[in-house]
């Protein structure tokens, strides 16, 4: 309880203007106490009347102030104590804070801004806002640096009503000065109109928000349906091309196993043969010996005694009925195993195009595009800003307010970049294409191309030309007539030239759209496909020097 006594005495002895310890302090006809210099301060900041900074008491003419040397005392003899009422650092105003405008020397934060005083407060010097009867119907708002802006430059008046027809605030004085016979309103009428209309947009944002934020809850659903589905197709493939495997395998290891067999059965039977043969061959071999030895035998009588006693020859298979085939016997095998080889082989290559197909089919359920605009009126509802990318573009172009591109003789100096063009002279464009966007291109000269483009198209060679890709789609614009390219395949488009012309792009439905904008709008081509990437808007012009090539990008409102 000390304490909060300590307490109270310091804030008894502040000056509500400097909130320190009194210095030579004086007292105002109204009662209440400050220091000397900073009243005086505050009153020479006042013209003709005077009042006081607490109760707002004027005073005329200027009092004459003297020192309370009560009070004097009273204050030297709580400096003695030691104590201080200065407040905390962190009260004190930074350069990011709005700051009290009557503290003097140090200023506090401000914690309230008042719309009639068109000043702000600390909490000290806003309590007769909030005590007196004479400023309750001030308007007292969040602390703002921005007050002066409320007042009339030419007038030096609080701006309280609006022009309608100028679409300003003004004070009363330009209602019946500058701006007389203008729809006016005042500004509390005008803000209670224009709060509706913000309360219908924040509602309309806010119900938007709810919309996307579930369908990005769809989109993450779908994402974790895939990715699920995906993997376990992924097992189950997995799966049936290893049994199938397997299956190849056990049939290759029981043909394997049948040609051992038969190569066993084959090669015992003729080594059977072969020892038969051989047999037969020693038994020759034999009797021609006794035959030769009888042959040598003078006595004619043993001769004739010994030749009936010799067996005839049995009968001999002749060499012809063995069939040589070097490397050749199991060749229907291989033949057969071949043509099996290339009948999986049929099955897989056309099972392979119907699993791609099925796989490729596989798609995200998007929401049901909406329907492509009809009017130029509709279009225009989806009319984005175009800015060209100086990183891109070729060193013959020259590039001016960012949506601007000519072709000159001489190069520019441009700094090398990996994103500059360097065989073709055309340019991208900063921005990334999404959702629904249309912008328009009002082209001069023999030739340009309007294109859109990925971001990661080539940047050399041939194939880095609008349109020569599979990464580009492109109109080719002459006085002649208009081309559609893509992927170097051209479709020659039967209409009228214009000089302007204008595209159309759903990102999420795959749909482009080139159109010819003159008294009314015609469609040149539609293209209709699956786009993997964001887009960029691209422009391509000519290289004739003798001819002037421009190109820029609308704006429109």
């Known amino acids: 309880m000390a304490q909060k006594g300590v307490d109270l005495d310091q804030e008894t002895f502040s000056c509500s203007i400097c909130l320190d310890l009194l210095k030579d302090p004086v007292t105002i006809p109204c009662g209440h ?74 200023k506090l934060k401000a914690i309230k801004s008042c719309l009639i005083c068109l000043a702000s407060y600390c909490e000290k010097h806003l309590q007769p806002h909030l005590d007196e009867a004479a400023f309750k119907k001030h308007k007292l708002v969040e602390p703002s640096k921005n007050l002066q802006e409320n007042i009339c430059s030419i007038h030096d008046e609080v701006m309280k009503m609006f022009c309608r027809t100028d679409q300003k605030c003004i004070c009363y004085l330009c209602s019946v000065d500058e701006h007389r016979g203008h729809d006016t309103v005042s500004a509390a009428a005008e803000r209670t109109e224009r709060q509706r209309d913000l309360e219908e947009s924040q509602q309309q944002i806010q119900q938007r928000i709810q919309d996307r934020e579930k369908e990005v809850k769809l989109l993450q659903q ?173 060193r013959r172009l020259l590039l001016s307010e960012n949506r601007k591109v000519k072709v000159m003789e001489q190069p520019q100096s441009y700094s090398d970049h990996p994103d500059r063009f360097i065989d073709s002279i055309q340019v991208l464009s900063r921005e990334s ?36 890709n599979f990464k580009s789609w492109a109109l080719h614009c002459s006085p002649l007539g208009f081309t559609f390219v893509h992927n170097n395949i051209k479709t020659s488009i039967s209409a009228r030239v214009s000089s302007r012309v204008g595209v159309y792009l759903d990102r999420r439905a795959g749909v482009l759209s080139f159109h010819s904008v003159s008294e009314r709008m015609t469609l040149l081509h539609r293209v209709r496909t699956k786009f993997t990437q964001n887009l960029h808007a691209g422009l391509s012009l000519g290289s004739i020097c003798f001819s002037v090539i421009s190109a820029e990008f609308c704006k429109l409102k």
Request: hydrophobic letters at 30%.
């Open 433 to 468: 294409l999404t959702g629904r966007r249309y912008w328009e291109v009002e082209w001069r000269g023999d030739y340009i191309c309007v294109a859109v483009a990925y971001k990661n198209i080539s940047r050399t060679g041939n194939k880095s030309r609008f349109g020569l």
């Open 33 to 106: 106490s400050y220091c000397m210099k900073c009243i005086e301060g505050f009153w020479d900041k006042e013209e003709n009347i005077h009042s006081c900074p607490q109760c707002r008491k004027t005073f005329k003419p200027r009092p004459v102030l003297e020192k309370n040397t009560m009070l004097a005392a009273l204050v030297d003899q709580l400096k003695k104590t030691g104590l201080q009422a200065a407040p905390a650092d962190h009260c004190y105003a930074g350069p990011e804070d709005v700051s009290c405008d009557f503290c003097s020397g140090r």
């Open 222 to 394: 779908e994402v974790e349906a895939i990715n699920q589905s995906g993997n376990q197709t992924v097992k189950n493939s997995e799966k049936i091309f290893t049994l199938m495997i397997n299956l190849i395998q056990k049939r290759s290891c029981l043909v394997m196993q049948q040609i051992r067999s038969q190569q066993q059965t084959e090669v015992s039977r003729v080594k059977d043969l072969q020892e038969e043969l051989e047999q037969e061959i020693t038994e020759l071999k034999r009797r021609d010996a006794e035959l030769k030895q009888l042959s040598l035998t003078e006595d004619h009588s043993q001769f004739l005694l010994h030749y009936p006693s010799l067996p005839p020859l049995s009968e001999s298979t002749p060499s012809s009925s063995i069939n040589v085939r070097p490397l050749r016997y199991f060749e229907d095998v291989t033949a057969a195993v071949s043509e099996l080889r290339d009948k999986l082989q049929d099955i897989l290559r056309e099972e392979r195009t119907n699993i791609s197909a099925t796989v490729t089919h596989v798609d995200v359920l998007l929401p049901k595009p909406e329907p492509e605009p009809k009017s130029r009126a509709d279009f225009l509802k989806y009319s984005c800003q175009i800015t060209l990318d100086p990183n891109t573009a070729h």
